[in-house]
């Protein structure tokens, strides 16, 4: 006599299996996206620290903070830099994240900024 082996899966092993892939993509991707937007932030943070030191380069060098320049882009490009409020004696930076890679505007590591005291805004993101 000829026995049948039965092959393959049966529906009921292949649903659970897509259930358990489910289940742990469902908790993988959040935590996943917050650390991408955690790496992304401190792209922002390198930046603006890199930016305070050539400035302070360049006041120690003219004896003011004017017409210092500074890179416009973060080194990984996901953060825009700006030098705001700028006189012989301060300066403030402000780095404000890409559309589409950092956090959306209003969340609140968005923008970044950091002054000629060391002043770092917002608390949350540093």
């Given at each position: 006599m000829n026995q049948h082996t039965p092959r393959g899966f049966t529906l009921i092993e292949v649903m659970i299996t897509v259930a358990i892939i489910g289940i742990l993509a469902a908790i993988a991707y959040p935590s996943y996206t917050r650390y991408v937007e955690r790496t992304q932030v401190s792209d922002g943070k390198v930046a603006l620290s890199e930016a305070a030191q050539r400035l302070e380069r360049c006041y120690t060098s003219t004896l003011t903070y004017e017409d210092c320049n500074i890179a416009e882009e973060s080194p990984e490009g996901f953060y825009t830099l700006a030098v705001e409020e700028v006189?012989?004696?301060?300066?403030?930076?402000?780095?404000?994240?890409?559309?589409?890679?950092?956090?959306?505007?209003?969340?609140?590591?968005?923008?970044?900024?950091?002054?000629?005291?060391?002043?770092?805004?917002?608390?949350?993101?540093?």
């Open positions: 006189d012989a004696s301060s300066y403030t930076l402000t780095a404000t994240g890409a559309d589409g890679r950092v956090a959306a505007e209003g969340a609140e590591c968005h923008s970044l900024t950091l002054d000629h005291q060391g002043t770092r805004t917002p608390e949350a993101c540093w």
